[in-house]
DNA sequence: CACATGACTGACT
DNA sequence: AAGTCAGCCATGT
């Protein structure tokens, strides 16, 4: 892909289906190396200066912590519309992590 | 070109 | 099980 690295990143992001969340190594995976997951984490950085709205909520790290959440505009909103999703949170942690993570390559397949 | 940074992950203690 | 250390890769200075 000619495209950059992150917009790569951006475009995963993207695509989580709504009350789903991946991790920064899940689409690092799916881009070709699981190292770059730091990366991911980087460009999400960027997310905010993106055109459409990125869901970076629906990034977490592998623990499903809201490591992130400090970059948000408040560091409550991520919990928030992860709340507003059907998503529990508690102590910056999601519940049933596992239950609601959704990997990049399957694309839809949650179905 | 080399060094420093970062929303991470895996292995070890 | 929880905390600590080091590795990895792209971008910026």
Same mark, same amino acid.
Request: glycine share 8%; hydrophobic share 40%.
């Given at each position: ?15 989580? /289906? ?36 990125? /869901? ?52 839809? $397949? $949650?179905?």
């Amino acid at each position: 892909m000619d495209k950059d690295f992150y917009a790569r990143v951006f475009d995963v992001v993207r695509l989580i /289906p709504k009350g789903k969340v991946t991790t920064y190594g899940h689409i690092a995976r799916c881009l070709g190396s699981r190292r770059s997951a730091r990366l991911v984490g980087y460009a999400m950085n960027l997310s905010h200066t993106q055109d459409p709205t990125i /869901p970076a909520h629906r990034v977490v790290n592998r623990k499903g912590l809201l490591t992130g959440k400090m970059h948000f505009k408040d560091i409550d909103q991520m919990q928030r519309l992860l709340e507003k999703e059907g998503i529990e949170v508690k102590n910056d942690q999601i519940l049933r992590f596992q239950d609601h993570l959704w990997d990049p390559a399957v694309l839809g $397949d $949650d179905l």
